[in-house]
């Protein structure tokens, strides 16, 4: 719980704010583009999102204390943090927003001071509205030539403004961004840290149902948002896949899907019963996927990943899937289900990441908030000699 008190790296000359509203992205074709003309870009400054497997400066969480997000579950999900915060920071640094309200920020303490490794745990108040981290929280990236990261704040409205109010996550990501002292890009676009996955070279996976939900942005084509990614993720070239899985309510978020674990690979979740309202979306994807070359050209190593039976809430499906695992140093997060598909899942996940430990989390309670272990970790990749904020609680 202690801050590094790491020098913050100097802020660049051409940083560009950026401050959008909703009704911004309800702009023509041509003011879009002319829009992206008139502003430095990061892959313009040579900066790129690696992939999530290279190594890690630290990952970024947020507590969990939204009981509207999972009602008459919170203490069960309170006790899941304390438990995701004690496996990751046995394997790197771990960076936890916590609310300014007291019982919430000393609630978050406890979770951590008899932590074996709490020395690598990290407080920072900020407050949010959710812990949905992934979505509203900084893309991090990373220069090609100088040990220099920046971040991607993208525009957030909550998945289409369906859960107001959402304002202190907005805010989150460039508060992380001040802290850091670093370079921070705002593209006008809306657009979730869950709705594209990268290889680091050049491809990016993402969902039609998803980036061309209108919304978030209204008109906005796959070319335009092949634009913006590559623009602001370095990512030029996307493969599209189509929706996404029963329950999800983000309408089709890329990491409840398919992800990226190596050049070239693929893990593709796939579901075996035809009667399955999931078995006919998660086959398309699977055939696309097939079909696909990345940007070096290559056709995708394509491995299937098994689906959980449905997992229910009442009468409501839960959006359930082992591909909402997360890579961290020298270990994978992946989360289980009570199902016998969980013993396979983990064992293609061990035969994929060999180098790594691979740490089962049971996530009935998480799923019940429609969300896994990914939507609720952000990583920072590893620049200058480790980069942090001190800690302010």
Request: charged residues 20%; aromatic residues 8%; hydrophobic residues 40%.
């Amino acid at each position: 719980m202690h801050g590094l008190g790491l020098q913050h790296l100097r802020q660049k000359a051409g940083y560009q704010s950026g401050a959008f509203g909703h009704n911004d992205l309800e702009t023509s074709e041509k003011n879009r583009l002319r829009a992206m003309s008139s502003s430095t870009t990061p892959a313009e400054l040579g900066f790129y999102m690696p992939p999530e497997w290279s190594p890690h400066a630290g990952t970024w969480l947020a507590w969990p204390h939204n009981a509207e997000t999972w009602p008459g579950r919170l203490p069960q999900v309170v006790r899941f943090w304390a438990q995701l915060v004690a496996t990751l920071c046995r394997f790197e640094p771990v960076h936890l927003l916590v609310p300014n309200e007291p019982s919430l920020a000393a609630e978050a303490r406890r979770c951590v001071r008899d932590l074996p490794h709490s020395n690598h745990v990290h407080l920072h108040a900020i407050d949010t509205n959710d812990a949905w981290i992934r979505d509203f929280g900084p893309t991090f990236l990373a220069h090609r030539q100088r040990n220099e990261v920046a971040v991607v704040d993208w525009q957030y409205d909550a998945w289409g403004g369906k859960y107001p109010p959402y304002d202190k996550d907005q805010q989150a990501a460039a508060q992380i961004a001040r802290r850091l002292g670093v370079q921070r890009f705002a593209p006008p676009i809306v657009l979730e840290g869950g709705a594209f996955d990268v290889d680091g070279r050049g491809t990016v996976l993402v969902t039609e149902s998803c980036l061309l939900e209108a919304g978030r942005n209204a008109g906005m084509t796959r070319d335009d948002a092949t634009r913006w990614l590559a623009q602001y993720l370095n990512a030029p070239h996307a493969i599209w896949l189509g929706g996404g899985i029963a329950g999800d309510d983000t309408d089709g978020h890329v990491d409840q899907l398919v992800r990226f674990v190596g050049p070239h690979t693929v893990v593709a979740a796939l579901e075996d019963d035809p009667h399955d309202e999931n078995y006919e979306p998660l086959r398309e994807n699977y055939e696309r996927l097939l079909r696909a070359r990345d940007a070096t050209g290559r056709r995708l190593n394509v491995v299937p990943l098994p689906m959980p039976a449905p997992v229910f809430d009442g009468p409501k499906r839960l959006p359930a899937s082992y591909a909402n695992f997360y890579i961290a140093n020298g270990a994978v997060l992946v989360p289980t289900f009570d199902d016998p598909a969980d013993a396979v899942a983990l064992r293609r996940m061990a035969q994929l990441f060999p180098d790594r430990e691979i740490c089962p989390l049971d996530s009935r309670h998480l799923v019940a908030g429609l969300g896994g272990i990914h939507c609720i970790t952000q990583q920072q990749p590893r620049a200058t000699a480790p980069v942090a904020a001190p800690c302010d609680t």
